[in-house]
């Protein structure tokens, strides 16, 4: 029987960290409380408080800290529309002194930060191929870690091969930075097979299929896009499609005024000087030599500037795979990549002109996908400790799944539920995350991992691919 949690004890942790908004660690917190309880029912405390949405827990192990969450940074996005958040064990990048920096300031409530427009200069001050955001070594570490090993081939020629898994991937992961709650494999489904997942909103079914639309333009088109106004208008009008209070707006630049919920950002408002603005970002991303550097630009000035109504971050993100995509590089797939440090990261671009916390974010999560595309072991690291800690439940989960002959839907159901009984609520997201991931993985090369017999499999998979 779950043991039961007295409020007042909620709300004394809830209080001691109302005043460190940056957030502590757990032997912060149990000195910081009059009346310390044990570490094991502290940790049961604070696990109960961050699968609520009470709290939010960044990192993992000793070195974990926990803050309150704050209302207005959990996305960016247009105001009036709404947000949907889901707790996540989140893996944290390490950021450079100047990207700590720069979280911090915008962590600040939004009456404490000083309230700004849009810097024309900002653009101005770039001199393609002579401005550098992302430096040499930055840049040639990417390329290095980019390129799959291929002989020279057409542009697109890489994306088209990894073209069903790109599609999951950066449908999932981008639609999941603007508050979707499909999981990967309710996006798998609806990518393959159309079916929409139970108890979700049409509009986020909606946001999924645009992405998909927009990815295959790109790969399909990749001897053509570039940065102009035919790729980016279209790309918009893909990614906005049945998504807009008004229609028409779909590729279409703004002609009205926007603001930013929780920033103190106010984006241009004459449609004049938009249209020239980003006629400007377009000419100086098009003379970009570097790929990686072209890519970053991208996902600075496009959504600083606000071209559209609404979906320029998504425009943004995926304008930055064109020169990668036509370079036959790995392309980025935002793979686990918070949300709430991308917002971050934004709020530095729109109220600070300040790219080094976005920078920070965008060079950890090129390495992350690089690694998962070109397979470059050295990439990653020291082997996952959530996965070796939890090898045996995922064993176990997989196994299931295939033995019980389960097609993608009842995978999804099963999976949710298993979760739900056997895994401690602060892991939960990433637990399904990865164990979805390992089943879309499996294949006839690597089933024996999971002490499943070929007849098994073989029963299954007939089924999973229906």
């Given amino acids: 029987m779950a043991r039961r949690i007295q409020d007042k004890d909620l709300q004394a942790v809830e209080q001691v960290l109302q005043q460190h908004p940056d957030g502590m660690t757990m032997r912060q917190i149990s000195d910081a409380l009059q009346f310390a309880p044990p570490r094991r029912t502290l940790q ?24 309150p969450p704050r209302a207005g940074l959990a996305a960016v996005r247009i105001a009036g529309r709404q947000s949907g958040v889901t707790a996540r064990a989140e893996v944290l990048p390490p950021l450079t002194e100047d990207g700590s920096e720069i979280r911090e300031q915008v962590r600040r409530p939004p009456a404490a930060r000083e309230p700004v427009g849009y810097d024309r200069a900002f653009l101005d001050a770039y001199r ?51 508050g979707n709650t ?34 295959e333009f790109l790969v399909e088109g990749a001897a053509e896009i570039t940065f102009n106004r035919y790729t980016i208008l279209n790309l918009h009008a893909l990614l906005a499609n049945n998504l807009l209070a008004d229609p028409e707006a779909a590729g279409r630049l703004r002609r009205t005024d926007v603001g930013i919920e929780g920033s103190v950002f106010h984006p241009l408002a004459v449609p004049q000087v938009i249209e020239e603005c980003f006629d400007q970002a377009l000419a100086t991303a098009a003379a970009i030599r570097d790929p990686f550097e072209q890519a970053f630009f991208a996902m600075v000035h496009i959504p600083y500037l606000q071209p559209f109504d609404d979906v320029n971050k998504r425009v943004s993100r995926l304008a930055a795979n064109i020169p990668l995509i036509k370079a036959n590089l790995s392309p980025l797939s935002f793979e686990d990549v918070q949300r709430d440090l991308y917002t971050e990261a934004m709020l530095g671009v729109y109220e600070l002109n300040r790219i080094e916390l976005l920078r920070d974010v965008f060079t950890w999560a090129y390495r992350r996908s690089a690694a998962r595309y070109t397979a470059v072991r050295q990439s990653l690291g020291e082997p996952d400790p959530f996965r070796m800690r939890h ?12 033995r019980g002959r389960m097609d993608q839907r009842q995978a999804a159901v099963h999976v949710g539920k298993w979760v739900q009984e056997h895994i401690a609520e602060q892991d939960r997201e990433r637990f399904r995350e990865t164990a979805e991931r390992e089943l879309l993985g499996l294949h006839e090369g690597n089933f024996a991992r999971y002490r499943i017999k070929p007849s098994e499999f073989a029963a299954w998979w007939e089924v999973w691919n229906r």
């Avoid at 408080?49 to 803050?67: I, K, T």
């Avoid at 020629?157 to 898994?165: C, D, E, M, S, V």
């Avoid at 090898?391 to 295939?402: G, H, I, K, P």
């Fill in 182 to 215: 499909y999981s990967l494999l309710d996006t798998r489904r609806l990518l393959d097979a159309g079916e929409e997942a139970d108890g979700r909103r049409r509009l986020e079914a909606q946001m999924i299929l645009n992405h998909k639309d927009a990815i």
């Fill in 391 to 402: 090898r045996t439940t995922l064993r176990e989960l997989v196994a299931s799944v295939v």
């Fill in 44 to 67: 049961y405390r604070l696990r109960h408080l961050v699968g609520s949405g009470r709290l939010v827990m960044e990192g993992v192990g000793r070195g974990a800290r926990y803050r």
């Fill in 128 to 178: 393609p191929n002579d401005t550098f955001y992302l430096s040499l070594q930055q840049r040639s570490q990417l390329r290095e870690i980019g390129r799959p090993h291929v002989t020279e081939q057409p542009a697109g020629t890489y994306a088209r091969q990894i073209l069903n898994r790109l599609l999951i991937d950066l449908s999932w992961n981008s639609s999941r930075l603007e």
